[in-house]
């Protein structure tokens, strides 16, 4: 059974930083992209970073570049998020989820299995 499970979400002062954790099982971890997303009260759903299968490629939304850093280690089937100088809009449950498209995607359609999500709170 695929499970990926979250963890690392804390209540946090702007300017801050926190690193996100995402650990899975029950599947052949470097064989997927994994994606970070984020969902504020009232807002849709934010494909926010992704890191493909081999590492070799990463993306970020706009609103984290230059803040936020995504890497993986696949000898401990683990994703991270390392978020810098956080500000009280990056306030968010946090998902990690996993995709078939290897090169990595923003687009949380194309995603199939996710996680339970971690809240981090930012406060001005």
């Known amino acids: 059974q695929v499970q990926l499970v979250e963890s690392g979400g804390a209540l946090v002062q702007a300017g801050g930083s926190l690193r996100l954790s995402c650990v899975a099982s029950g599947l052949t971890f470097d064989y997927y992209a994994i994606g970070w997303f984020r969902q504020a009260p009232g807002k849709e759903r934010e494909g926010i970073s992704c890191?493909?299968?081999?590492?070799?490629?990463?993306y970020y939304a706009d609103s984290v570049k230059g803040r936020f850093t995504i890497s993986r280690d696949n000898a401990k089937n683990t994703a991270y998020l390392q978020m810098n100088s956080l500000k009280p809009e990056d306030t968010a449950v946090y998902y990690c989820a996993r995709t078939s498209v290897r090169l990595g995607v923003l687009n949380p359609y194309e995603y199939d299995y996710w996680g339970q999500g971690t809240q981090v709170t930012v406060s001005s």
């Open positions: 890191i493909s299968s081999s590492d070799s490629n990463t």
